[in-house]
C-alpha cells in the first residue's frame, strides 16, 4: 500500500554566471534542488524560502516565477524510492550576487552547478523530467541580467 503524499517546496536558486544551487544529503553522492516539507501554517513559497536557507544557508533570494508542481516518491539515502510520494511546489529565486552556498543541518554539501551541467547532475529521472519542463523559463530569467 502507498504511503500518504506528503507536501513539499523548494526552489531553482540562480547564482552568478548563470549557476544554479544543488544539494546533497549526507552520506549520499545524489544531488537535488533544495527542498522540503512545507510546515504546518506555512505558504508553500514560506516553506520554500526556509528549506533553501536551510540547506544552502541562502537567504535575501529575489523571486522570479512560481514554476509549479510534480510528484516523484520520497528517495532513501541509497538511491532507491520510498512507497512515499512527495508533491513538490518549486519556485524560481535569484541569489544576492557574489552569494555562497553554506550547507546546514542534514546537507553534506551544497554548490553552484553551471546551468548546462544541471540536468545531468540531478539524481532522479522525475526531477530530471520536470527540469526539462521549466528549462527554457530558467534559461530566461539566468539571461535576463
Not at 528549506?51 to 529575489?62: D, H, R, Y
Request: aromatic fraction near 8%.
Amino acid at each position: 500500500m502507498q504511503e500518504p503524499n506528503t507536501r513539499c517546496a523548494g526552489g531553482i536558486v540562480l547564482g552568478d554566471s548563470g549557476t544554479i544551487a544543488l544539494v546533497r544529503n549526507q552520506k549520499s553522492t545524489l544531488w537535488f534542488f533544495p527542498k522540503g516539507k512545507i510546515d504546518a501554517g506555512e505558504t508553500d513559497e514560506e516553506a520554500a524560502r526556509r528549506e533553501i536557507a536551510e540547506e544552502t544557508g541562502l537567504t535575501n533570494l529575489e523571486y522570479i516565477d512560481d514554476l509549479g508542481s510534480y510528484e516523484r516518491p520520497r528517495i532513501h539515502k541509497d538511491g532507491s524510492d520510498h512507497t512515499e510520494i512527495k508533491t513538490i511546489h518549486m519556485y524560481l529565486f535569484a541569489a544576492p550576487p557574489h552569494s555562497e552556498v553554506a550547507p546546514t543541518l542534514e546537507i553534506e554539501e551544497a554548490k553552484f552547478v553551471p546551468f548546462k551541467h544541471v540536468l545531468e547532475s540531478l539524481y532522479h529521472p522525475k526531477d530530471r523530467a520536470w527540469f526539462i519542463t521549466v528549462f527554457e523559463r530558467v534559461r530566461h530569467a539566468i539571461q535576463r541580467d
